[in-house]
């Protein structure tokens, strides 16, 4: 299936430089695509029309003809003789993301460039002519008190926390368009909610990272520094969940194979962990001997978060299958190797 169905396709992936794109793009060389294409934000800002326009142009012509910088390094793509815009396939990972610390600095910033890129690329793909568009959408979108487990039929039964509200309906707004595309011009497209994201190659930013790179690193330096305690923002008591990268593009991928439907789905793991646990867990796995200080002046951030998962197995056959504990650990060892 996955052999066939990539072997006369082109497929633009947005953000395929990045932490979720560069394992997406490796198992699309694995599943044996042709031709692969890697937009860098340093030549195309996708936030600009201008730059999705020329992107879209350069990806009509084959690979001797267009930018070398548009190639995954070591990719050699192969000649489509026959591609017309319709072999085209594009999977927008590219957003601009930060955990709570990010979203309260930037709120203006998360919504306009998450909004202006995604709106703009879909569009442009329905004119260009494009055969599917994949638009990833986030967990932020849910509303702040959604019952558990998240149902996506629930997803607009309230506003969303308020610190990743700006950026969760930028996000949300991918999936009104996709359902109105797909409803008056008969466009392919669908849209994805992954759950938080983690693992080798993960931002491990002090001021942008999310929770699991943020708390490995504070628990590896304080152990190496000989320091007593951490400070953990909030006061533990929020769950999250969380799927490992590598099981995330495994189900984008089946996704994009086998679903051509207008409902969202989410991608989980179906495991929820609170965040007292999950810092308690972090410090085992790295040997940090020291004591966890919740400080509750800090936001929590949405009380809870855990996915129905059941609509992307009956859909398109995905499960998560890393263990959380072995996630942690693979997360961890990368970042021993390469935090220098």
Known sequence: MSDHFWKDKRVIVSGGAGF??????????????ADILVPHVEH????????IDRLLKEALLPPGQRPAHLNPPGFHPAPLPSFKPSDLIIIHLAARVGGIG??????????????????QFMHQAWQFGAGKFVALG???AYPKFTPLPFKEEDLW?????????????????????AQAYRQQYGFNAIFLLPVNLYGPGDNFDPV????????????????????????????????????????????????????????????????EISIRLLATEIARLTGF??????DPSKPNGQPRRGL??????EYFGFEAHTLFEEGLRQTIAWYQANRK
């Not at 979720?20 to 695509?33: H, P, S």
């Open 44 to 51: 195309y800002n996708l936030v600009e029309r201008e730059a």
């Open 157 to 177: 039964n309230g506003y969303p926390e308020e610190t990743n509200a700006p950026y969760g309906l930028a996000k949300k707004m991918l999936l009104v368009q």
């Open 20 to 33: 979720l794109g560069t394992f997406l793009v490796q198992d699309l060389i694995q599943r044996g695509a």
């Open 138 to 140: 986030t967990v932020c």
């Open 102 to 119: 990010a979203n309260r600095a930037h709120p203006a910033d998360f919504f306009y460039d998450n909004l202006m890129m995604g709106v």
């Open 208 to 271: 942008s990272s999310h929770v699991i790179p943020a708390l490995i690193r504070k628990c590896l330096e304080a152990e190496a520094g000989g320091e007593k305690e951490i400070v953990v923002w909030g006061d533990g008591s929020p769950t999250r969940e969380f799927l490992y990268v590598k099981d995330a593009a495994e189900g984008i991928l089946l996704a994009t194979e086998k679903y051509d439907g207008a409902d969202p789905v989410n991608l989980g793991s179906g495991q």
């Open 308 to 313: 129905d998962v059941s609509r992307a197995k």
């Open 289 to 294: 001997s020291g004591k966890m200080v919740f």
